[in-house]
């Protein structure tokens, strides 16, 4: 089990994982947000790294990735690992238990706010390659109306797109519980100079293969499906990320 920060109160533990898997199987994705306080960054940061350097002293085994966001409201780091099944929440963690007074010292003072979320991986309609040197990450969030109408156009795009180019563009995930967005799509560039490359949208690609009118269609039920959009852009941020 992933063991990272310890929360506000009863000293809770996330909990995450970095076993292996096939490519084809699907995962829960654990993803903290935390908001710091305005003009605390380097403190927090600086925390991170304590934590991270406490981590690897009592052995710590566990991985993740920590994203700053780039656009939106307050300054905004979020925390993501993975685990394989829910069991393994059960499991402790020595090395995150003696790091306590760490993140309690020099992290927590600089949260402002926290939130948790579960997802589940969708690897029937997502990016087959892995994350490789990616830095960047485009998340685009759905709030949905109509989960099957939602799901059918996005496996017949995704699936469009695969043929046309070889691959999808992006790893999906649904939510499990919780509030705000039923499903979300990262898309992954190596660089900020990636993003500037032209490349055809997906609408443009599908249409390229199924038509004009085909497209007006199947854009319609997409959006008669969704309440709400929006997007924001991710960097990695390595070293407050920890990789075995």
Not at 56 to 78: A, C, I, M, P, T
Not at 109 to 126: L, V
Not at 136 to 154: G, H, K, P, R
Request: hydrophobic share 35%.
């Amino acid at each position: 089990m992933k063991s990272i920060l310890v929360l506000i109160g009863l000293l809770l533990i996330l909990p995450f994982t970095s076993n292996a898997q096939e490519e084809n199987e699907s995962f829960i994705l654990s993803l903290t947000e935390f908001t710091v306080k305005f003009g605390q960054d380097a403190n927090f940061t600086d925390g991170v790294k304590k934590w991270n350097k406490c981590y690897k002293e009592n052995n710590g085994k566990d991985s993740w990735n920590v994203w700053h966001r780039l656009q939106g409201k307050g300054n905004v780091y979020v925390l993501a690992s993975r685990m394989n099944t829910w069991a393994e929440m059960d499991n402790s963690d020595a090395a995150a238990r003696a790091c306590r007074p760490v993140a309690m010292n020099f992290i927590m003072p600089h949260i402002e706010s926290t939130e948790y979320n579960t997802t589940r991986s969708m690897p029937k309609i997502s990016k087959k390659a892995n994350l490789g040197d990616m830095t960047i990450v485009w998340v685009t969030s759905f709030v949905v109306n109509d989960q099957m109408a939602f799901n059918e156009v996005v496996d017949e795009v995704s699936s469009t797109i695969a043929k046309k180019e070889g691959d999808r563009r992006g790893y999906w995930y649904r939510y499990m519980g919780g509030e705000g967005a039923d499903y979300f799509v990262s898309t992954p560039f190596k660089d900020f100079a990636d993003l500037d490359k032209d490349m055809a949208g997906v609408w443009e690609v599908y249409e390229s293969v199924h038509g004009k009118t085909k497209t007006m269609d199947i854009r319609k039920k997409f959006n008669k499906s969704l309440d709400d959009v929006w997007s924001y852009t991710y960097t990695l941020e390595k070293e407050l990320s920890m990789q075995q």
